[in-house]
């Protein structure tokens, strides 16, 4: 038999049924069966199939009574994808198999990763108009018993939800039961609803508001409108196809009389998610009647659809498992070797980028003993997934309750022992998240290119006729039964508008738009922000609740740490910001802490009360203790007898409120109690207390307490060990230039058990550490000698290009702790254990400034006075006093850097200069970012070069390299749109080492990048000026301090980055750049000083300065930066095992009076002179500091 005989003996029996063939052609031709609308009761599904019947009886008619089938029907089956279908057909699963995993372990960025949903299971409604013949969760209303859950039922749910770490709200219900049921049609009623949409609309945005749970929301077959509403309160939303085979739908089939289960419809749902934007999940199940070759049409159906939208941004194999009391109980289930088949086959057509989930407590198993699951659920890695969907602590899989979910412990040891970390994810996938990178992720690229949206979504919004026509158009290509469609079925739309214009939202809305790229919020809105997420809402909206649970890269942040705030459970719990609102239940390892309880402010109707959800949350709880062991048994309702409380909607229908306006929720309720007594629909908890299992991420960004991979990866080995010859390399070179000179001696080469173990054995000892003066370039104090700088340029490259980078950046586990172990070893050989600091004083000269850059709270305007004090300038007398204090109080450099006022020009910098000369003439001036030398410089129209040559002159000593924010235009377009893009901020740097002034280098991090790609791109390019000019002394990590930045209070960033990415990137950099670049810095104001301290064991070596008068940190909420003397300053050095030593700003030795003075007025001094009276105090106490109005002006 050859492969063509094959695909047509394994499809239908065609020929027996024309009249079937022909009906569904007219199926796979057809956009549209007219999709559900809420609004309609009468219009359904069901319409289809008469009007399909219609058309074929016309083509019955038209042939003279005689219905012709054309020839070999199976032959176009695949159009263009019929010979992978063939491979594919004819292959066995192991072969599958190989060719699956390796497309799946291209995806670079879930490296070493397959992830779960922690989540709650809420089944809003059992009731369905569907009679599927597997079904157990549907059922039919009993007398007594309350057909939907109530809010308070539901938001019980979720909160006891978000105190074990779920991030899901995962809402399951029937499709449309108050179609076929008076009781849901009259229940909806009662509590003011037109239908069950509006009800999971109202539902799923109180969750949101009250638990920081993000609803994923599977409601059936809908339309474009429904969809566009639910968006509004949904991270994602889902369907599954389950199959494209019409013999399904015959008596005696899985779908016989099963309306929503009409291909035509449920393809229709997901075209109509495409156009509506809504990140999707689908899937197919097999096993209920389809073959082989059904299953890969559906997949390629999948395919074809996310090639044109790039939604779908999950596909589930799902395998039928047989139920007691149903149709199919007695049908024979699929073995696992046909669920590994089907699953490589689908890796294979949908590519490397698609996520691919195989439900872990379904997988067929030797027995279904734990050991026969574990050895299955190690097959179905090898058969190409990469998720394993929802598990929940708190709730029962409702749709399967005779299979529980498997332990995480299980189920982790499993995944790693495979070479995957098991890893929590967000109901919605990080390649939706608005996470801005110039690499574009490629699974949500999304192609609209010849459909249409106004026709039908803009009149399924505007019209209530229910007799609307169907908009018939071709299927994808895939499914594809015929070359021609019979006569009577209506060609498809040639309109080539395109298919993501959203027409709502007023004013403020994206008409006109690509509605994946968000332009809205007025003036001050965030530009090119993608829009799968709905934008509308400000904080207490789905994109701010999706970016407070996201890390860096997409994934579930786990964690309570926050830069700039104590840790968790020492002062936060005296603090109330916003970042805390929702969202963080979760446990850090790090320092053992719990979270506070979230103080959520909900806005709006008060629907269900929080006195009804706590005692709805005590009876859950109560629950816990009173059950002793985990029940699989299937659900049943609680005998809890309570009064319903009839809740009345803020809206009467969705035509008063359309997609887009979320005031509704702001709107009053009335609440009404009725007397019928009702049997609570609530839900058993699945857990007792003392074994439930929360979600909380390590310091090293696995699952607590789960297992991990044990020893690091061989890819990231090998980089490391490739670095490490680098740095051997250089290290010899320099000693031997030492070595030409004259002889030192130095420690003896150190060997380390942790280095030794992770880096693989005895290359350590040919190491020795060098002196604590590193390799600088002549342009820089206390300069390297002439041998010293032919060394640096005789270097070779550092072996890390922007990839291997940002693999690195994306290390968990063993491959993050092998990282920074690597970088310690590299820094303990550059630096010893000698940690620097200097002292300093800020002088930040206003605050008033013309940008708009949304993270900063420091910069003032007329608009932003009500955000933290109010405007100033500091006059040049006061610079003068200032500089002179700090000299006298021991400080070598004075820090100066401000807004960019409207009234500054370059000879108000060059005054300003002067002024802090003329206090201390023997001060290092550490000033103007290159934003302000190229505005200086732009403002007398001269070059670059010319203007910091006038610096210099004036007394400038060296730069410091802020304004980089994150050197990736993609990120610095919305997050600093009027600030010097890249190319400009490099220019200015490296003009400023031609002349002979060095700068530092910064990355500001944790808000709205992709962070390791852009992260990898900020490195190369500061490395990369480093390595032409030598004139970077250091670089400076600054994590994101979120809490008072207008960027997070409008609900469009992260909560900065978690305390593991912090790490992680002071690590790599000391790697990246080394040895172009000798210093890594600690940020201890916005890492606080304890973690600040921890980072000296990851390739740190500075802490920078005691920073007297810091304001930028501190405007934007930080708890820490106002000053940390010197004595303090040591203190935390010695306790991290270190040496500490005061520096100059370019790392020489400062004069020792200002070394004895700085710790003269120490506040330890003084605490220990026994001095008590506040006249002896003010010695050791700055003077006040005097502002003057924004207006005053600094220079004639």
Known sequence: ??????????????????????????LQKSTVCQPYNSNLKNQNVRKLSSRIDSVVNQVVHQQGGRLVVPEQPAIHACGEDYELVSRLLAADSTDLGIEARHIRDRAVRRRNIITFSPKVFIPLTRLCRDTCGYCTFAQPPRPGVRTYMTVDEVVAIAQLGATQGCTEALFTLGDKPELKWP??????KEM??????????FVAQQVLLQTGLLPHINAGVMSEVDLRRLKEVSASQGLMLESLSPQL???GGAHHDCPDKEPVARLETLRAAGRAAVPFTTGILIGIGETRQDRLLALLAIRDMHEKYGHIQEVIVQNFRAKKGTAMYNHPEPDLEELQWTLSAARIILGSEMNLQAPPNLTPGDGETMTGLRASWAALIGAGINDWGGISPVTRDYVNPEKPWPHLGDLADVTASCGFHLLPRLPLYPEYLPLLSSKEFPLRKMSCKGDTTSATFQQQAQSSSPNMSPHLAGLPKAVTLFQGAPDGVAAASSSEEACWLFPGGGKDGI??????????????????AKAWLFPGGGKDGILAATLRHSDSTGYVRGSTWYAGLPDAGEEMSKTSFPAMQQGAHSSDSVNGSTSVPAEVDVPGPEVASNSNASSFAAHYLQDYRDSGSESSSSPTATTTTTTSSIQTAPYESCEDHPAGDTGAASSSTASTTTTTTTTSSIPKVRLSLNKAWSVSLSHNGIVQGLPGLAP???QVLSLLKEVMSFAEKVSSKNSSFEQEGQTQTGPEPHSGDVEVKLLGGPWLSSFRKRKQQPVLSHVIEAAASYKEQALLQRSPSNPLGQEEVELLLRCRGADMDAVCAAADNVRRMLAGDVVSYVVNRNINYTNVCTLKCQFCAFSKGKAEEELRGLPYVVPLEEITRRTAEAWSRGATEVCMQGGIHPDFTGHTYLAILKAAKKGAPGVHVHAFSPLEVYQGASSLGIPLTEYLEMLKDAGLGSLPGTAAEVLDDAVRSTLCPDKINTQQ???VVEAAHTVGLPTTSTLMFGHIEEGPSSWAKHLVEIRSVAERTGGI??????????????????????????????????????????????NIQASWVKMGPKHASALLVSGCNDMGGVLMNESITRAAGAAHGQEMDPSRMEDVIRQAGRVPKQRTTLYGEPDPDQVHKSFQFCTSSYEASGMRSSESKQQWELDPLIFAKPGTKLVG
């Open 511 to 528: 008409l006109a738009a690509k509605a994946w790229l968000f332009p809205g919020g007025g003036k001050d809105g965030i530009l090119a």
């Open 1033 to 1078: 002394s250091e670089f400076v990590p600054l994590p994101f301090v979120h809490m008072q930045a207008p960027i997070y209070l409008k609900g469009a960033s992260r909560r900065g980055p978690t305390l593991r990415e912090c790490v992680l990137l002071h690590a790599v950099a000391r790697l990246a750049l080394f040895p172009s670049i000798a």
């Open 249 to 251: 739908l015959m008596p």
């Open 712 to 714: 690091p990866s061989h």
């Open 183 to 188: 009781e849901a049609a009259e229940e909806l």
């Open 985 to 987: 901020w490099l220019e």
């Open 192 to 201: 003011g609803f037109n239908n069950t949409v509006d009800y999971v609309h």
């Open 1 to 26: 038999m050859n492969i063509k005989q094959q695909v047509l003996t394994q499809s239908h029996d065609l020929k027996a049924s024309p009249r079937l063939v022909l009906r569904a052609s007219v």
